[in-house]
C-alpha cells in the first residue's frame, strides 16, 4: 500500500497546542492525525475522546515522588530487581 501526503493549514497556535497535548498523551501529531483516520474509517463516525485528567497524573506522580522518597529515606532506592524480588518472597513467607 502506497503513503500519500495530506496537507491542511491551521492556526500555529492550534497546532502548537495539539502537539503539546499529543506530547503528554505519549504521541506526535501525525500519529494523532493518522489515528483519528483509521477509527474514523472503522466506526464510520467520530469514535472517541482522549482527555488529559490533570487530577489523574498529578495523583500518579505524587504517588511516584512519594515512593522514592521512602524508598532513599529507608536506604533501598538503589536495590536491584534481583533483591527487590527477595525481599517480596521474603515477605510472602
Known amino acids: 500500500m502506497s503513503n500519500t501526503l495530506i496537507q ?15 506530547e503528554k498523551l505519549g ?7 493518522r489515528m483519528c483516520m483509521v477509527r ?8 472517541f475522546s482522549m482527555k488529559i485528567d490533570d487530577t489523574f497524573e498529578n ?8 515512593a522514592s522518597r521512602i524508598a532513599a529515606e529507608n536506604g533501598i532506592s538503589d536495590m ?9 518472597a521474603e515477605a510472602r513467607r
Request: glycine letters at 4%; one cysteine or more; proline letters at 4%.
Open 8 to 22: 491542511f493549514r491551521t492556526e500555529e497556535t492550534t497546532r502548537i497546542e495539539a502537539a503539546s497535548i499529543c
Open 27 to 33: 504521541i506526535d501529531l501525525p500519529t494523532y492525525l
Open 40 to 47: 474514523l474509517i472503522q466506526e464510520n463516525g467520530v469514535p
Open 59 to 66: 495523583r500518579g506522580m505524587e504517588a511516584m515522588k512519594t
Open 80 to 88: 536491584t530487581l534481583d533483591e527487590i524480588n527477595a525481599e517480596i
